[in-house]
């Protein structure tokens, strides 16, 4: 599966669009790591366990994107972007989305 | 022939076409179906799926990365971090279990004793709760192991 930010895949032509697609994910720490965050604020840098938290929610929504990619017979999706929205305190919201399309290789 | 040369089984070749997306729609769902009655199925399935997430990530590591992970390896660190939150947690669940018992030694009205135990005894079946959903899907979520 290709995946691309762009509204056209370089060598190949698209032949078919099959919509929309999207995977979102809601994922929290534990409250020990957030604990451990809280006092990462008082001397600045980087919070590895907040990085790592949205490393996974960026994973896990990209894959049920995918999921449902495939579940349509795409070869690739376009335009695909990142978003986040707010739906709880200190868990990390995630949607990947963008067009599925078939794809003729050039 | 090692165990890492040992030739897949059936039902480790199937995982990986289902987690490929190579099954046809009937196969798919006969595996799906199996997947509720089996669960070292979804747990290969899982495996399988966080080698996909792992292949995907395969980018040079940042300078910053080896210097956390040799922090995490210090005892200091390490052993320092549980060692803060076990005192923290052992605090907090022994000020709740004075709390309790404050309460229930006072001349507050039975009323309010009897609500203050129920909303008590609620918040931790919850809690209970939250943690035994957690470690029954632990072992199917391949999203754990994403690095930073």
């Keep these: 599966m290709i995946l691309a930010t762009t509204d056209s895949v370089h060598g190949a032509e698209v032949i078919e669009t099959l919509g929309l697609v999207c995977g979102s994910t809601v994922r929290a720490r534990h409250i020990g790591k957030d604990v451990q965050a809280v006092m990462q604020n008082f001397v600045g840098g980087e919070i590895p366990h907040y990085t790592k938290l949205l490393g996974e929610a960026r994973e896990q929504a990209l894959d049920r994107m995918i999921d449902q990619a495939r579940a349509l017979g795409a070869d690739a999706v376009v335009t695909m972007r990142f978003s986040t929205a707010e739906i709880a305190t200190g868990a990390c919201e995630l949607v990947a989305y963008g067009t599925a399309v078939k794809l003729r290789r050039g | ?148």
Aim: aromatic share 6%.
């Design chain 2, 1 to 148: 022939m090692s165990p890492e040369e040992r030739a897949p089984t059936r039902d480790e070749l199937l995982a990986m076409a289902y987690a490929d997306g190579e099954l046809d729609d009937a196969a798919a769902r006969e595996f799906e179906a199996r997947l509720e009655r089996e669960p070292a199925l979804g747990r290969e399935l899982a495996e399988l799926r966080q080698l996909a997430v792992l292949a995907r990530r395969i980018t040079p590591t940042e300078p910053a990365d080896h210097e956390w992970r040799r922090l995490e390896a210090e005892w200091l660190h390490g052993g320092g971090q549980k060692l803060g939150l076990t005192l923290l947690a052992v605090s907090a669940l022994g000020l709740f279990a004075a709390l309790m018992w404050l309460l229930f030694a006072s001349a507050l009205p039975i009323a309010i004793k009897v609500f203050a135990g129920a909303g008590a005894a609620g918040m931790l079946l919850l809690l209970v709760l939250a943690i035994r959903a957690r470690r029954r899907t632990l072992p199917y979520d391949p999203y754990t192991q994403v690095k930073r």
